[in-house]
């Protein structure tokens, strides 16, 4: 797809990380294949299901359907990760 520029080209080059803004802070998105399966193997670091941790922002303006993995935390992914597994 030449001539579509690339928003995560320079990102993903750099270090791999993309912030998104939301309210009130910036939640890190991790770009590389190798990134996301180093966080999915230690996903502690990661998860939301912690006190004061950053809140997943208000989306229904956007979509209607929530988006997974993004806003489930990882124990409840089981279903999610038993359908997805045979592509994986």
């Not at 030449?2 to 939301?22: K, N």
């Not at 910036?26 to 996903?43: F, G, Q, S, T, Y």
Request: one cysteine or more; charged letters at 30%.
């Amino acid at each position: 797809m030449s001539g579509i520029p690339d928003p995560f080209r320079e990102p993903c080059r750099a270090d791999g990380v993309l912030g998104l803004p939301t309210d009130k802070e910036v939640i890190p998105m991790i770009l590389r294949h190798e990134d996301v399966r180093r966080a999915a193997k230690d996903w502690k670091p990661h998860s939301s299901d912690a006190p004061f941790r950053v809140p997943i922002p208000l989306e229904e303006n956007v979509r209607t359907v929530r988006q997974l993995p993004i806003k489930a935390d990882h124990p409840e992914l089981t279903d999610y990760r038993k359908l997805v597994a045979p592509f994986s």
